[in-house]
């Protein structure tokens, strides 16, 4: 069990990281999708919006990848990994199946760690 979760935190740490300085470096080319998708990405381009996501991304990348404080990389991903179900499920559905992937990933490292988050479901 302990070589999945190594497999996981670090291919979950490799996504985001990659896609995070991706939208700084742009070395992997992404199209804008067509309609509300495309409008919904214009703003968060243009209003620079996108780019503190990607900070979070790449931080909460990072901190995985190092092996160190995953429950806080765990938390700093989570809310970015709602926004991307959220944006697959009802604006641009091309990216469901890897914002699936990711989810389960994190859900995975979420359960193995669930010790670390143990206080926040107490009365």
């Not at 991706?22 to 070395?27: D, I, K, P, T, V």
């Not at 160190?68 to 990216?95: A, C």
Request: proline share 5%; aromatic share 14%.
């Amino acid at each position: 069990m302990k070589i999945a979760i190594i497999i996981a935190r670090t291919l979950l740490g490799l996504i985001f990281v990659v896609f995070g300085l991706n939208a700084f470096f742009h070395f992997i080319p992404m199209p804008m999708p067509k309609g509300d998708a495309g409008t919904f990405m214009g703003i968060l381009f243009s209003s620079h919006y996108l780019y503190a996501t990607k900070c979070f991304e790449i931080g909460g990348g990072l901190i995985l990848l190092s092996g160190r404080f995953t429950p806080l990389g765990l938390t700093l991903l989570g809310p970015v990994i709602v926004n991307i179900l959220f944006f697959d499920i009802f604006l641009d559905s091309t990216g469901l199946p890897m914002g699936i992937v990711v989810a389960a990933l994190a859900l995975f490292l979420l359960w193995q760690n669930r010790s670390a988050f143990a206080g926040l479901l107490r009365k």
